[in-house]
Nanobody, 125 residues
């Protein structure tokens, strides 16, 4: 089992910044990658970014490229999502997920076995 503890989020005006954190615990040695997804009301959960636990390579959704940065600090066992130049359409509940090697595409939520509790991000115009 892997537990994910999220923090950060909140309300900000368009153009502002927020940083989300996700701290995995438990069987963290099983983690292959960590991802951030978001879900707006009435919409499906969508991929935002992911980082491989070893090596640190990253992938981003086109909608956030150049504005969001995912990183991990293995010493602190924490993954971050730095969100800059926020837009109202970024408003959603953000979830971190742990990929422990399930088959599938990294941008599919089905690949992630464990999820955090979610944190609300609201961007006003």
């Amino acid at each position: 089992q892997v537990q994910l503890d999220e923090s950060g989020g909140g309300s900000v005006q368009a153009g502002g910044s927020l940083r989300l954190s996700c701290a995995p615990s438990g069987r963290t040695f099983s983690i292959y990658a960590m991802g951030w997804f978001r879900q707006a009301p009435g919409k499906e959960r969508e991929f935002v970014a992911r980082v491989k636990w070893n090596g640190g390579s990253t992938d981003y959704a086109d909608s956030v490229k150049g504005r969001f940065t995912i990183s991990r600090d293995n010493a602190k066992n924490t993954v971050y999502l730095q969100m800059n130049s926020l837009k109202p359409e970024d408003t959603a509940v953000y979830y971190c997920g742990a990929d422990i090697g399930y088959s599938g595409s990294y941008y599919s939520s089905k690949k992630y076995a464990y999820w955090g509790q979610g944190t609300q991000v609201t961007v006003s115009s």
